[in-house]
């Protein structure tokens, strides 16, 4: 008897499993962890959202299935959202789709578009639901490195002609995770160009659009003139208002991509729950001061940490956007060696670049998940246990 398809065997192993086996070990032991792994916010979801939860929670209209291309509500509140934050317009009929969580979208999109055999470009390093998705549904990948020197930007004359012939999609995310990168529009319109002369469909992941520093306001690939015919974008509830657990994003853009969207998840799920999606709804479209909070407290924890990592020689220049840093690993260890010796020295979590990609190897990723005192104290751990090469 078999019992997983060649499509699940393929999957390669849970590479946090190993650090969380060590993490439970050691906790058991006593072990003050302090987890700097997980990309999980741990500010509460603020208490008007849950409110209006609670509210449409006592009304019994909203118990039967949901709508599967999501409430008006909710899908107005994206477009509202779309035309304040970025001057975008969009037909909430057809142009906004609700999902449960947007790596739901990630995912459903890649059979949604692409045949087996098919390729997917993917950045590298990345969140790794792009790639195990392809591999899921008989794709192909590939990589397409983001180097320092180049911000973190994909190249796209490096992508092999004969892989651009078979490639059916391609993925890009800023503010990014891991890396933390971010960009202008100068560098949508290149892709957006790129799509254009290859043909080639692109799908934005913007999970991170709201959490930034400063001035800074990151983009929207759909400022782009014409954009619609060549991209999509997903968006989340989850990293702007803290609301991870409760499965709720969204895709916008070219409205085919959409429609095809639509048919495959009509017949694989029935939407998020009414009441998530209006409470959803409700977030976007009341005060939203909360963001600026939940950033203030990101960038005086980057901050701290930032300052910590340079007291031990690891310099990063400061992220304009997401709650992550990416840093570069100190000489003598690879990202697994180093990620695997703080962690049995120190009791601190970091995830090793490599996760993300090839081209991840030689960093690891700090999530501002914690305290700024616990941050401080995680580099005390790490400068009095772990050997380094001051540069
Ligand atoms: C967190 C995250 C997501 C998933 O968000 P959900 O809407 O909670 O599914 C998607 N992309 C990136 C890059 C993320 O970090």
């Known amino acids: ?73 909710f899908r107005q509140a994206v477009a509202n959202f779309y035309q304040r934050q970025y001057g975008v317009n969009l037909d909430p009929e057809t142009e906004v789709l609700a999902l449960i969580g947007s790596k739901e979208g990630i995912a459903h999109i890649i059979p949604t578009l692409v045949d087996p055999g098919e390729y997917v470009l993917i950045p590298d390093p990345s969140y790794p639901v792009y790639r195990m998705a392809t591999l899921l549904a008989n794709g192909k990948y590939h990589n397409m490195p983001l180097l320092k020197e180049n911000n973190f930007e994909p190249d796209f004359d490096l992508i092999p002609e004969e892989i651009l012939r078979q490639s059916k ?22 892709a957006i160009q790129f799509a254009k002369t290859r043909n080639i469909p692109i799908a934005h992941d913007s999970a991170y659009n709201m959490v930034t520093f400063d001035d800074y306001k990151a983009p929207s690939i759909l400022q782009i003139n014409g954009a619609k015919k060549y991209a999509v974008e997903f968006g989340s509830l989850s990293k702007t208002y803290n609301m991870t657990g409760w499965r709720i994003g969204y895709i916008v853009g070219n409205r085919e991509i959409i429609k095809a969207l639509s048919t495959y998840k009509s017949n694989t799920d029935t939407g998020q729950f009414t009441p998530i999606q ?31 990592l340079k007291s031990i020689g690891i310099q990063v ?46 960093y690891f990723r700090v999530s501002l998940s914690v305290p700024s005192e616990r941050l401080y104290e995680a580099v005390e751990r790490i400068k009095k246990n772990i050997k380094l090469e001051i540069v």
């Open 278 to 308: 209006k409470a959803a709804a409700f977030a976007l479209n009341s005060d939203q001061s909360c963001i600026q909070t939940h950033n203030a407290i990101y960038k005086e924890r980057m901050n701290a940490m930032l300052a910590g």
């Open 1 to 73: 008897m078999k019992y997983q398809s060649d499509r699940v065997g393929q999957i390669p192993p849970y590479l946090f499993a190993e650090i969380n086996k060590k993490k439970a070990k050691m906790m058991e032991s006593g072990v003050d962890i302090i987890d700097l792994g997980i990309g999980d916010p741990d500010l509460p979801t603020p208490p008007h959202i849950v409110e209006k939860l609670v509210e449409e929670m006592n009304n019994p209209s909203n118990f039967k299935y949901p709508s599967f291309i999501g409430c008006t509500e």
């Open 317 to 362: 220049t400061p992220p304009k956007g997401s709650f992550f840093i990416w840093a570069p690993v100190p000489a003598g260890f690879t990202s697994a060696e180093f990620v695997t010796n703080v962690l049995e020295q120190t009791g601190v979590i970091l995830t090793p670049g490599s996760a993300f990609g090839p081209s991840g190897e030689g």
């Open 169 to 190: 999609l391609m993925f890009l995310n800023y503010p990014g995770n891991p890396t933390s990168a971010t960009v202008d529009l100068s560098f949508f319109e290149k």
